[in-house]
């Protein structure tokens, strides 16, 4: 007897990465396990995308040790495992941000997987975190190893239509906007917000530009104390068009899953025509 449900499903995976990659595959490997096992469970099939955080692959490593897990596009042993659970779990995977050769300074790519592990999309983080913040770390300096991008990405998946941006992209409003008139449905935010920041203005960021695109934001976040001392936010969130917050998690590592409901969303665009009213045009300083 089968009376599978195939509802397209979406998971947020929120843990603290280690320095060292090898104990961050282990710690993806059980999740993925998890995961899977929880679908059996609940007898739920259909198309299903994991998100992983910013950095997922390595993580307080120190800035000197940023090219050692860097891969050219396409080869190395962080973009062979994701593929390979890809397709042994039946899994799309978002690669929050892995360190993607190219020039001096890396891409802090967020790479999109499908099910049979072929690379569907690429987006390069274009606002880089260069900043003081009052925390134990003090002060980021994100593009001294990093290259940032300069193209938006939506890409056409089963889950929707994505539009794909990275942590600190979130406090830049104009980027959201343009994702929504491309098309974007959902937009997807690997990160690793600080603990102090995060605190103070994750919730409501999300939220925010949930409610003002009229779009599913989804958000997995780091979290904890990381080998270097760094503290991350947690409380990875999916928000809905409305700005109702669908699932939330705490500090602790962990996994939230749901089903986006466009019928909802159109409806919610059909009653409320934001984009339409719209009188002001927004410019990418890179064109
Ligand atoms: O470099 C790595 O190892 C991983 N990348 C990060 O941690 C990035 C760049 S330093 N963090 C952020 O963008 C935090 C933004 C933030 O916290 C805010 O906007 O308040």
């Known amino acids: 007897m089968s009376d599978i449900t195939a509802v397209p499903q979406i998971t947020l995976l929120q843990w603290t990465s280690r320095a060292d990659w090898e104990a961050n595959k282990a710690y993806l490997l059980a999740a993925f396990e998890k995961i899977q096992a929880s679908n059996a469970r609940t007898n739920v099939g259909g198309p299903h995308l994991v998100i992983l955080p910013e950095a997922f692959a390595r993580f307080g490593a120190g800035e000197a040790a940023q090219g050692k897990y860097a891969e050219e596009l396409g080869q190395g042993p962080i973009q062979d495992f994701i593929a390979d659970c890809c397709r042994r779990f039946n899994f799309w995977i978002l690669a929050g941000t892995m360190a993607i050769r190219g020039g001096e300074r890396y891409a802090a790519a967020s790479l999109l997987f499908d099910a049979h592990g072929e690379l569907a999309a690429r987006y390069d983080k274009i606002h880089l975190f260069d900043a003081s913040v009052n ?65 103070a203005h994750w919730q409501p960021l999300l939220q925010a530009r949930a409610i003002e695109n009229q779009v599913y934001l989804l958000a997995p976040n780091q979290t904890g104390t990381h080998d270097d001392g760094r503290e991350t936010w947690g409380h990875s969130m999916i928000v809905d068009p409305w700005g109702r917050i669908s699932a939330t998690l705490a500090s602790e590592p962990g996994f939230i899953t749901f089903t986006p409901d466009f019928n909802e969303l159109e409806e919610l665009r059909g009653r409320m025509p934001v984009q339409q009213h719209n009188q002001f045009e927004v410019t990418f300083l890179n064109d």
């Open 135 to 199: 925390d134990n770390t003090k002060s980021y300096r994100e593009s001294a190893f990093t290259k940032p991008g300069n193209k938006l990405v939506v890409v056409d998946t089963p889950f929707g239509k994505m539009g794909l941006a990275v942590c600190y992209d979130l406090r830049f409003p104009e980027m959201f906007r343009a994702l929504r008139a491309q098309g974007a449905e959902l937009i997807t935010l690997p990160s690793a917000f600080t603990k102090v920041t995060g605190e």
